[in-house]
């Protein structure tokens, strides 16, 4: 043999070598307890599939009021079975590796590897039969090639085993005998979920569904691969969110360093100013890059928990599928489903998404030196910070969408909280809404390490505000504010609906939140509260103060009044919030203005202006809030007979005047000065195009919503003209004649039938 031939073999036995150490080391760390730091002994499996000794299960905290034991890696309660510990499910797969471990141990000549054939004696073990599945020595090599009955036995060299050693390891099971028959178990019944034999078929499971052991375990184990699947992935995207988690604290520890020597520097610089104010500067920058890497540790030490407990289950329930024990796999196919479906749930509620960006700067200026008194105390380290399932980094957002999940991160490291033993009793927190006081229930969880996990999904929307507590007292950026804004289902169907009304017309909303309709034909005016009871009815048919005909508009101000378009009777009259009237407008007094015919509908504007729309004069009357005349204005160039039938008006943040007319199929736009400019829709029953608009309302975010008397549905556009969508609100929407718009968003629609709320 050539030197370079010779050369290369020694090389590659060396990396056999090293590969065979690595797999039994990688072996024996498998087989090896986590608990008593020894080669699993009778190891069983717990309900969370993790595996222990079972006599390492005596040492394991047990409940006795409830039987259970609870896994040190992941904290699960397994109950324990009336019989005892020991019925536990054997771990299977454990003593597989066991053998597995010892077997290659044997064939690397790692311990004493005696013939398994002779009896009496201890004779070394110098090949493997295939055919015996056993060691043997030399004599009974020597008998295997010269006995008939074993010379067609295959005879391995033990560096020719090491190879492929996997397919020589013994395997001990064996498949389950009929408690009933003493019979083979070849048979599996669908309805029992059980192996039986086939005398069991005709006894007890005659109309039942079965199959052979095989093929039910086959179909089985593709439905397990099926589930199985979603958890692929979820350790590599668990790995990538640690890892952007220490690249960030490491971010922040090396600017954090950046930090103190720019303080350092600059207050060298202004010692004699600032040098009381000097350590304590120190200290928050300190402090708020503690904060900081703890709050990324923590997150990071969450997701490995995770981690631990999804890539366990997802590797046992693999090896489960693809090794050959049937018996065991339907032992085990109901928890490893549940199982399954527990971690992937807390995968899902699990925020991959860093709760800080690596930001932390400091610039010092003379205004800035001139305002640290009065800003000393900038942070105690309990910052509030905020994440969502939906997005990126939410710190420092204040609105939300409805569903959402949002969580809200707390480094519990202030002055005001200390680590007790139960630490969950320190904190308190809760969601209550600006809008009704009601409380949203929330979930809090706490690590040992002082950091808290608040986390919500709204139901409904508007604004919210956050309170959270460490033993008693506020921390720094609670309360919290924050508003929840409708999501893309919010109009598929009415949140509420007030449906005992009488011909409903004009609808108002005042800053209580309670809604004002107008009832046409009744002639009242009905207030009803929050939760849609009638709080406040008045008015009844007549020309008297207070007295209505027909009934349309109604609009209230900052101060609670209201203001009727008492249409029939051509006026407008003011109440007070508890319904006593207070003035009346009808125009033939004015010689500007002259009488008002058919007032339909009247809104409020930004400066507390009372505009009209004088629907038989076709123009619009401009009112001061005590009802005394101030101008009118119309369609273009003030030729106010070009509006053929308007009918409502509303305002946007600009002040801009939007005017439905339900014969000419538009919407005039004038600026606050009362000139044109421009209109929006055409006559149609497609998107985009208007049947008889009616009502009319514009929200925060400069959307128009005109409701279609024709189309008998509510178009959306923007303030710049263009369609943006429209619904019927998932019911039948009669003759919508009016509508309006909260400061949080919700929709009050008045119909020919009732007033729903979106």
């Known amino acids: 043999m050539s030197l370079s031939k010779a050369s290369a073999s020694f090389s590659t036995s060396a990396i056999k070598s090293k590969s065979y150490e690595t797999q039994l080391q990688q072996l024996k760390t498998a087989t090896t307890c986590k608990v008593c730091k020894k080669f699993y002994s009778n190891p069983k499996i717990l309900v969370c599939l993790h595996s222990f000794c079972l006599s390492c299960l005596d040492s394991l905290h047990t409940q006795e009021e409830d039987n259970c034991l609870q896994c040190p890696d992941c904290q699960k309660l397994t109950n324990i079975p009336q019989e005892g510990k020991d019925k536990l499910p054997n771990a299977f797969l454990l003593n597989r590796k066991l053998e597995e471990y010892a077997f290659l141990q044997k064939a690397l000549g790692k311990v004493e590897n005696n013939c398994e054939k002779c009896t009496g004696k201890s004779v070394k073990a110098t090949m493997f039969c295939e055919g015996c599945r056993k060691f043997v020595c030399d004599l009974c090599v020597t008998i295997h090639k010269s006995w008939a009955e074993f010379s067609s036995h295959n005879l391995l060299k033990l560096s020719e085993l090491r190879d492929n050693y996997q397919a020589y390891v013994p395997d001990h099971t064996s498949a389950p005998s009929c408690r009933s028959h003493s019979k083979e178990c070849n048979i599996f019944c669908e309805t029992c979920r059980r192996e039986i034999c086939h005398e069991c078929i005709i006894k007890n499971h005659r109309d039942h569904r079965y199959n052979l052991v095989a093929d039910s375990a086959k179909q089985h184990k593709k439905d397990m691969t099926e589930k199985l699947k979603s958890l692929d992935g979820v350790p590599e995207e668990l790995d990538q969110a640690i890892s952007k988690l220490e690249s960030l604290s490491n971010g922040f520890s090396a600017r954090g360093k950046v930090v103190s020597k720019e303080v350092k520097e600059s207050f060298e610089q202004l010692e004699k100013v600032v040098v009381k104010q000097k350590a304590s500067l120190l200290d928050q920058a300190a402090n708020i890059v503690e904060s900081k890497v703890k709050l990324l540790l923590n997150q990071k030490c969450m997701l490995e928990e995770v981690k631990v407990k999804v890539t366990s289950c997802h590797s046992f329930v693999r090896q ?67 994440g969502s399932k939906t997005g990126d980094l939410l710190n420092g957002r204040t609105s939300f969408i409805v569903k959402e999940v949002v969580t809200f991160y707390i480094a519990l490291s202030s002055a005001y909280y200390k680590m007790t033993n139960n630490p969950s009793e320190e904190i308190s927190a809760e969601f209550q809404s600006l809008r009704d006081s009601s409380i949203c229930p929330a979930t809090v969880a706490i690590s040992n390490s002082g950091f808290a996990k608040i986390q919500c999904a709204f139901a409904d929307r508007g604004r919210y505000q956050l309170r959270v507590l460490v033993s008693g007292q506020h921390i720094i950026g609670s309360p919290y504010s924050f508003l929840v804004k409708p999501n893309a289902d919010q109009f598929n169907q009415p949140l509420r609906s007030i449906t005992k009304l009488t011909s409903p017309r004009g609808i108002a909303i005042n800053k209580k939140n309670h809604i004002i309709a107008t009832q046409e034909t009744a002639h009242t005016v009905t207030v009803y509260g929050r939760k849609c009871k009638k709080i406040l009815s008045f008015g009844s048919i007549g020309t008297e103060q207070g007295q209505f005909n027909q009934p349309t508009g109604v609009a209230v101000d900052d101060e609670g009044n209201i203001y009727v378009a008492d249409t029939k009777n051509n006026r407008v009259q003011k109440f007070d919030p508890q319904g006593t009237f207070l003035a009346v407008f009808g125009g033939e007094s004015d010689s500007q203005c002259g009488p008002l015919s058919v007032p339909a509908g009247i809104k409020i504007s930004n400066e507390q202006e009372v505009y009209v729309v004088d629907r038989g004069n076709g123009r619009i009357v401009v009112l001061t809030q005590e009802l005394t005349f101030k101008r009118l204005f119309g369609s273009p160039g003030q030729n106010l007979s070009q509006f053929q039938d308007p009918w409502d008006i509303a305002f946007d943040a600009r002040g801009f005047c939007y005017v439905t007319d339900i014969k000419l199929h538009c919407i005039f736009i004038f600026s606050d000065t009362g000139d044109f400019r421009g209109r929006i829709g055409s006559m149609g029953t497609q998107k985009s195009r208007l049947n008889r608009p009616s009502g009319i309302a514009i929200n925060q975010q400069g959307q128009i919503f005109v409701c279609e008397f024709g189309n008998h549905r509510v178009s959306i556009f923007h303030v710049s003209s263009e369609f943006v969508d429209c619904f019927s609100g998932g019911l039948s929407m009669v003759n919508p004649c009016s509508i309006v718009i909260d400061h949080d968003g919700f929709v009050y629609l008045s119909t020919s039938e009732a007033v729903h709320v979106f």
Request: proline residues 6%; aromatic residues 8%.
């Open 320 to 386: 489960t599928v693809q090794n050959g024990h049937i018996p065991e796999f339907f032992m085990m196919e109901e928890q490893m489903k549940d199982r399954i479906s527990e971690v992937s749930k807390e995968f899902a509620a699990t925020d991959l998404t860093p709760v800080e960006e690596p930001e932390i700067y400091f610039a010092i200026n003379q205004e800035q030196v001139d305002a640290f008194p009065a800003v000393g105390n900038v942070s105690d380290g309990s910052i509030l910070h905020v």
